[in-house]
């Protein structure tokens, strides 16, 4: 017999497997109408806005990909701790293309409500990104992030 959990545990390595793979008919099928993302960028609300937010970071890292280390779920929630990959060639935050390939880690909350992903938070280590493109030194960072 599945539990709750392990269904939502579903859903989202199913989500993000639609991620990897850039299939946004899938995504938006898994997503709620009103689902919001909290994270380092500023508040996403609506499938369309998630999908033109990532679809930036596509642009931007075109070999953009995740791996999840961890999922963990309790109640609602499922929890992944992950880790992405991209070469950078477009611009980023006023950061020219370096063509560096860059990696960071970061851990998102997926809050699931009538089997659809209805809210998400985000922390990712933007400060280790930047550092790898060469945009900030170390003594310079809290000033930049």
Known sequence: MTS???????????????FNDRD??????MLADDVVEHGAHEELRGT?????????H????????????DIIAEDDLVTVRYSVYGTHTG????????????S?????????????????????????MLEQLEAVGPQEAHFRV
């Open 91 to 102: 611009e980023y935050r006023d950061v020219e293309p370096t063509g560096h390939k860059t």
């Open 24 to 29: 946004h008919e899938r995504m938006r099928e």
């Open 4 to 18: 709750a959990r392990d269904e939502n545990k579903a859903l989202v390595r199913e989500y993000l497997d639609a």
């Open 48 to 56: 369309d806005e998630i999908i033109d937010f990532l679809e930036a």
């Open 58 to 69: 596509f642009e931007t890292f075109p070999d953009y990909s995740g791996t999840a280390e």
């Open 104 to 128: 960071w880690s970061g851990t998102a909350i997926y809050r699931i409500e009538d089997d659809k992903i209805a809210e998400i938070w985000v922390e990712e280590d933007r400060l280790g």
